[in-house]
């Protein structure tokens, strides 16, 4: 199996998935929404993981699955979302075709993201207390709102 879709499963844990076609087993969260298989390639509620990480390590991956973790390039996790193009960037190397007008850090938001136009949504953002210091999602243009829990998954289709 190389996602969570393509296990025998009821329900909800981690399973050894095989990304890409590889031999090497990586453990992934599996869950099921409404009949649909999801594997989670992202979690966040407390803040217990630093997202502020190289672009080596958001390939790799980090965390524990069944806590907050980003499950890394492994699964693709960096390429499964197409939204007008955006790049995934980090600390050490952003994508951001206006990366000169708002680096990585605009609002304390330090964490790989995909970022276009200087992005005002960030997930993976620093952790706090404070309202942009939260996970970042912007309403629109006047509303910033801090996110204290996230989980994002994909599946085939």
């Not at 992934?28 to 989670?40: F, L, P, Q, S």
């Not at 803040?47 to 991956?61: A, H, I, L, M, P």
């Not at 992005?119 to 939260?134: A, F, I, R, V």
Request: charged share 25%.
């Amino acid at each position: 199996p190389s996602e969570c879709a393509d296990i025998s499963f009821q329900k909800d844990g981690v399973y050894n998935v095989y990304p890409n076609g590889g031999s090497n087993p990586k453990a992934a969260y599996c869950v099921i929404r409404n009949g649909i298989k999801w594997t989670v390639i992202h979690r966040r509620y407390d803040g217990s993981v630093d997202f502020d990480r190289t672009w080596e390590e958001y390939k790799q991956g980090f965390g524990n699955v069944k806590g907050e973790f980003w499950l890394g390039d492994g699964m693709d996790s960096t390429r499964h979302f197409n939204q007008n193009d955006p790049r995934f960037s980090t600390s050490d190397r952003d994508n951001d075709e206006y990366h000169d007008y708002c680096p990585l850090t605009v609002h304390g938001q330090s964490g790989g993201w995909w970022n276009a136009k200087c992005s005002l949504s960030n997930l993976n953002g620093n952790y706090t207390k404070e309202t942009h210091g939260l996970q970042l999602w912007n309403i629109n243009s006047l509303i910033d709102a801090g996110i204290r829990l996230s989980e994002m998954m994909i599946t085939k289709y």
